[in-house]
């Protein structure tokens, strides 16, 4: 049997058979991580986005399990002492800002009457309030990683495609 040599990689330019190409590696990509899972019991999550934009994703547990188990095990690689300090410091620096803003929003409504208030102002109190929601949030997104998280989905495998 003769040897192919080594191949040289680079970008498929007909579009046709480039998508040909990704849909075969893709599925080939997919069989392998089902046998890793299956095989050696590990816990694999792979996301593929296509050229097109569209999400393919297999999972032998729960993505957003897999995901948080990697944010915290990828945060043990830091030092703790000073992982946890920046995180502090980015957390209260983050409160003293939504705080500021929520006051900024007190003064606001201690000042003008919402019924009685122009067009700009409303504009105003609404884009501190989208910012105040969105500091929010966010805060509580980080905390629930920080703290480990409880939610997740329940299915055991999931894969889109086509």
Not at 41 to 56: H, W
Not at 99 to 114: C, F, P
Request: net charge positive; hydrophobic share 30%; proline share 1%.
């Amino acid at each position: 049997m003769a040897r192919r040599g080594r191949v040289e990689l680079r970008r498929i330019e007909d579009k046709a058979s480039r998508q040909v190409r990704f849909s075969k590696r893709r599925s080939g990509l997919f069989k392998k991580a089902f046998e890793l899972a299956l095989l050696c019991d590990a816990e694999v999550a792979l996301l593929v986005f296509s050229p097109a934009g569209k999400l393919y994703e297999y999972s032998s547990t729960s993505i957003e399990d897999t995901y948080d188990r990697y944010q915290r095990f990828a945060g043990t690689g830091r030092n703790v002492n000073e992982g946890d300090r920046n995180n502090n410091d980015s957390q209260d620096a983050a409160a003293s800002d939504l705080q500021s803003r929520l006051k900024e929003i007190a003064t606001w409504s201690e000042q003008n009457n919402a019924n009685e208030s122009d067009a700009s102002e409303l504009e105003k109190l609404e884009k501190l309030l989208t910012n105040a929601l969105r500091d929010t949030k966010t805060k509580k997104m980080l905390s629930k990683q920080n703290n480990g998280g409880e939610g997740g989905s329940t299915s055991s495998q999931n894969r889109r495609q086509d």
